[in-house]
């Protein structure tokens, strides 16, 4: 038995916890009650540290983009940029902690308009800690304007916003909901799957509800199923995952879910959930085509291939099998020759390319963006892939010619000026690049900086768009073949600077929900 003194030991622990508690919780109290009081001053202060970063970050790309670029004042834009996204989280969290209607509206309306990515996913974190319930009242009001029928306020101040801010709004409450366990969030979201128009803000309900154990959300979730089965694509088979994910079970259709879900519903238990943890492929008819790009299956019905054509594309890359015994021997062969000419990064690319094209169905939208230095369009948005549409797009492909360098922030700016796609299969054999110095170090550092600015683009265009990018990178080094005289200096290949590209290319598809692969 343990010792009087160590029963009073444990007592008096005890009895400090429970002092600290209390204490933690009226500091807690006392701390929210001087956040709501301050709660518009703080609101002005992030609105005014926002705009300063804003003009830093600026000040930072022009340094970029100059042709001889300052390191040291780089370095001091840069600390300057550190310091006030610092300042900034903290007013994020001061306004967060408010917890009230008015935090909760001004945090969606700030990350809505800031340009920061840091700072947008900084305020989503803290919409996804409120838990008031005049908070995620106000939050769900907003979600459901427009498709809850009982819905009032989310009529006042949220639809107020109008224009592009009311369905990014939406989408980022979505994704808040994700971190928010209270039922308020529920009948919000089970009302734009199975009403709501919108389709960045279905998806992103319908990606919340797989982490929702709330059986309201699956009639929704299965209704949503019948509006997308016909026509298949992206939809079709993020929402069966998420009926997978809550349930364990897996049918593909809607009249094979609801016939469950109608013999089950009263006995379902998310902790005896079935086996199942992914969808299945979608069952086809037998002549019916199954599209790929390099292997991989095109699940999307609005998507744009965004194809590499620079110089570097004229390349070849040495199958494993072939008989030269090295590099050096393969290049003293004839690039034009009918047994080399298809390992040419270019006759790969487009002969991928032309056999996605003819394996698309009539349902499917697309579009190509061939990139170099310069873009070039096939069309300026998204088109049905009809017979006349599918061998147009073929005699563009084959027209195609490698030359210039690899601007691909433009390529990607061209792209997401689309408000129809969903998503992008990106090619590339090389680090996006629009500055040439001299090789090594120098064009390693603008590589890195043309990534960066890539990335950044991509993450603040995407954040309620949620388009996925899939990667293909030709990463290796390639040969450059001695016809054509000698290997330009400005032509990277050392493993460091490949490195680079593999790394943006698993960059850009892991932020996006999309997968690389190297080809």
């Known amino acids: 038995m343990p010792s009087t003194v160590s029963r009073r030991l444990a007592l008096g622990l005890q009895a400090v916890l429970l002092a600290l508690v209390v204490v933690g919780g009226a500091d807690a109290a006392e701390d929210q009650a001087r956040a709501r009081k301050d709660l518009k001053k703080n609101a002005k202060r992030l609105a005014s540290v926002d705009q300063a970063l804003g003009q830093k970050q600026q000040q930072l790309e022009q340094i970029l983009g100059a042709a001889k670029l300052d390191e040291a004042r780089q370095r001091a834009v840069e600390q300057e940029i550190v310091q006030l996204r610092d300042a900034a989280g903290e007013l994020i969290a001061s306004v967060a902690l408010a917890d009230n209607e008015d935090a909760a509206e001004f945090l969606v309306g700030f990350a809505v308009a800031t340009p920061s990515n840091d700072l947008y996913e900084r305020t989503l974190s803290e919409l996804g800690r409120l838990d008031d319930a005049g908070a995620v009242g106000w939050l769900a009001s907003a979600l459901g304007a427009g498709v809850l029928e ?3 306020r989310g009529r006042g101040r949220a639809a107020r916003r109008g224009g592009d801010d ?39 309900c319908v990606k919340t509800a797989a982490r929702k154990r709330d059986k309201r959300l699956i009639p929704a979730l299965i209704s949503f199923l019948g509006r997308v089965e016909r026509q298949g694509g992206w939809e079709y088979y993020h929402v ?39 969808a299945a492929t979608r069952e086809r008819g037998p002549q019916e085509k199954v599209p790929t790009f390099f292997g991989s299956e095109i699940a999307s019905n609005r998507m744009c291939f965004i194809i590499d054509i620079s110089g570097s594309m004229v390349m070849t890359d040495r199958p494993l099998e072939h008989p030269a015994t090295s590099d050096e021997e393969f290049a003293r062969l004839d690039p034009e020759s009918p047994e080399i000419k298809p390992f040419k990064r270019m006759e790969r690319a487009k002969k991928a390319l032309v056999e996605a094209v003819r394996g698309l169905q009539p349902t499917q939208r697309f579009n190509i ?16 892939a009809s017979d006349a549409n599918r061998a147009d797009a073929i005699k563009f492909i084959e027209g195609l010619r490698e030359d210039g360098g690899t601007n691909t922030y433009d390529a990607f700016e061209a792209a997401l000026r689309d408000p129809l796609i969903d998503t992008i299969y990106l090619l590339s054999d090389g680090a996006p690049m629009v500055k040439v110095g001299n090789p090594g170090e120098q064009m390693r550092l603008f590589a890195r900086d043309e990534t960066r600015r890539v990335l950044d683009f991509v993450r603040r265009e995407n954040r309620f768009r949620g388009v996925r990018i899939y990667t293909f990178g030709m990463d290796g080094p390639g040969v450059w073949h001695t016809k054509w005289g000698p290997r330009p200096v ?20 892991n932020m996006t929900g999309g997968t690389f692969k190297s080809i």
């Open 150 to 152: 009982d819905d009032k």
């Open 166 to 204: 009311a369905w990014k709004a939406q989408v980022l409450i979505a994704r808040a909901f994700e971190g928010i366990g209270s039922p308020l969030t529920v009948p919000s979201l089970a009302a734009q799957i199975e009403k709501g128009t919108t389709p960045q803000v279905v998806n992103a």
């Open 240 to 278: 069966r995952q998420a009926l997978v994910d809550l349930t364990g079970e897996d049918f593909l259709t809607q009249e094979r879910w609801s016939g469950w879900w109608a013999a089950n519903e009263a006995t379902f238990d998310f902790d005896r959930r079935g086996d199942a943890r992914e």
């Open 369 to 384: 963006i061939a990139f170099s230095s310069n873009n070039r369009m096939w069309k300026s948005t998204t088109v049905e």
């Open 490 to 509: 400005t032509l990277p290949t050392e493993a460091d600077f490949l490195s680079i590209l593999s790394g943006f290319m698993r960059d850009l598809a």
